[in-house]
């Protein structure tokens, strides 16, 4: 029996095992995959070792840069090309060609904090500027605190505003649409500065001020998959058992009575696993059909976190049929292009595509080599890596029914219109696809009572805790601290601290 199972072996997994190992605790992970690290996972392609998911992580905290720290790679961590993304739009004008433009810099999730700026006006044109200024004359109570992002976006500052800048920026972040994120989960403090800046232009303002100087995001060295990497290497020398192929079908709590006192009760758990098989020949291993511990981390998806719960009691079943939104899913499509035309990096660091643009799919462009300098040093002249991310909340992946070649066709096409480059199939030097599916964010509305509640019932359940991105937020800094937090409350169950 192990002191701690943790049930999942992304980062929020691998996060929680280590800090209930570095007190000296048994821990196994299981991951149902054949590798751990979920969204921050590394591909090769083309000679070359990309990140397959997370590419950067949010500096607000200094969590994400202390806990790196604490793996011995400080000295691996990158800024960005301070550059900058744009924005491909559709045209001011019906008729007209689409427009791309660098994104507005003096903002906040694409809300502008001076909207009649040049770079503002050459999004929105005047009509929109002019709009978007109105908020600075209009009162604060006439619309009151508002839940909805979009919703206080398109009242204070209008459509334009709210569909050429935030929600590319909306989907782009959180695959979810500006209208269904919460804003004060999405933007803490900015409903408290709408009220005392007296109007949204403002608010973003002060927002922006308090924020620290330099970038807002960092990376790695090499990939952030590097930090599975050394996550990895960290466990094994805490003797910490990584068990992948192996899925978890149940959850099953045992309490003994203590042989000194009649009352008293000890719980462990028993995890019912799927037989795990042999990724070479599958057939059947010899691992046994359940696993054993005094204390249980659930670190999975929300979905499959949801069905391990259910079958605990009737509250657990209940979460279950809380107002869920539907997960999302995206597909993100690698190139690697032998493209000296991209040397000049016209479009910055890559670009956001708002919704309903002509002549593309994707929805988003990341030009890896002009963002990160370690990978433009890799390659050699003219060659470049982009990666494009398809599929928008509330709507099918487009990409899913195509082939390979199909997709790669596609990329290359969305590719030269957001780029504003000539591209053919024949500059591909490789190609990967990447399909990352069940994303719930923990941002859209009503989503801090959901989580609550399911804390809350968690909570009331000796030897059990969870932890995810579907319950802490979007990205590292949000999911390293939770899992941080989930593994201190395990060793002190364990230890009866």
């Not at 000679?47 to 806990?67: I, K, M, Y």
């Not at 919460?182 to 303002?205: H, I, K, M, Q, Y």
């Not at 099918?396 to 957001?418: R, Y």
Request: aromatic share 4%; hydrophobic share 50%; glycine share 12%.
């Amino acid at each position: 029996m192990k002191d701690v199972l943790v049930i999942g072996g992304g980062v929020a997994g691998l996060v929680a095992a280590r800090e209930c190992a570095h007190l000296g605790l048994s821990v196994a992970v299981l991951e149902a995959a054949d590798t751990v690290g979920g969204a921050v996972a590394g591909h090769e392609v083309a000679g070359l070792q990309l990140d397959a998911g997370a590419e950067s992580f949010a500096v607000r905290g200094n969590t994400v840069a202390a806990f790196i720290a604490g793996l011995g790679l400080t000295n691996e961590i990158v800024e960005p090309n301070p550059a900058g993304a744009w924005l491909h739009l559709p045209a001011h004008r019906p008729g007209g060609a689409p427009v791309s433009v660098p994104l507005p810099k003096a903002g906040v999730l694409g809300i502008p904090g001076s909207p009649l700026a040049d770079d503002v006006r050459r999004a929105i044109g005047w009509s929109g500027a002019l709009r978007a200024y109105a908020d600075r004359l209009m009162p604060v109570l006439k619309i009151g605190r508002e839940q909805s992002l979009g919703e206080l976006v398109g009242k204070r500052m209008g459509t334009k505003v709210l569909e050429r800048l935030v929600n590319p920026v909306a989907g782009g972040v959180y695959a979810t649409a500006a209208a269904d994120l919460e804003v004060d989960v999405v933007a803490p403090g900015l409903n408290r500065a709408l009220t005392t800046a007296g109007s949204l232009s403002g608010a973003v303002t002060a927002l922006r001020t308090a924020a620290p100087a330099g970038s807002a995001v960092r990376g790695l060295n090499g990939g952030m998959h590097r930090l599975v990497d050394a996550l990895v290497a960290d466990l094994d020398t805490y003797d910490v058992e990584i068990r992948t192929h192996t899925a978890v079908t149940g959850l099953t709590p045992v309490d003994v009575r203590s042989t000194d006192d009649a009352e008293a009760t000890t719980r462990t758990w028993v995890v019912s696993l799927l037989p795990a098989t042999d990724a070479t020949t599958g057939a059947a291993a010899d691992d046994p059909n359940t696993a054993s511990a005094r204390h249980i981390i659930l670190a999975v998806p929300a979905a499959a976190a949801l069905v391990l719960l259910a079958p605990l009691g009737a509250e657990f079943a209940a979460l279950a049929a809380l107002d869920w939104p539907e997960p999302a899913a995206v597909e993100l499509a690698t190139l690697v292009l032998d493209a000296p035309a991209l040397d000049a990096h016209p479009r910055g660091t890559g670009a956001l595509v708002a919704e309903g643009t002509p002549g593309v799919t994707a929805k988003a462009i990341t030009h890896v080599t002009a963002k990160w300098a370690w990978l433009a040093a890799l390659t050699p002249p003219g060659r470049h890596v982009v990666r494009l991310s398809y599929g928008r909340a509330g709507a099918p992946v487009p990409t899913l029914g195509l082939s390979d070649d199909e997709l790669q066709h596609l990329a290359v096409h969305d590719a030269a219109a957001i780029l504003g480059v000539n591209l053919a199939d024949a500059q591909v030097a490789g190609f990967a696809r990447t399909l990352w599916a069940d994303g719930l964010s923990p941002a859209t509305i009503g989503a801090p009572e959901r989580i609550r509640r399911v804390r809350e019932v968690v909570d009331g359940t000796p030897g059990l805790d969870v932890t995810g991105g579907w319950l802490s937020g979007t990205g590292l800094a949000s999911v390293i601290p939770d899992a941080l937090a989930a593994g201190i409350r395990g060793r002190r169950a364990v230890l009866d601290l």
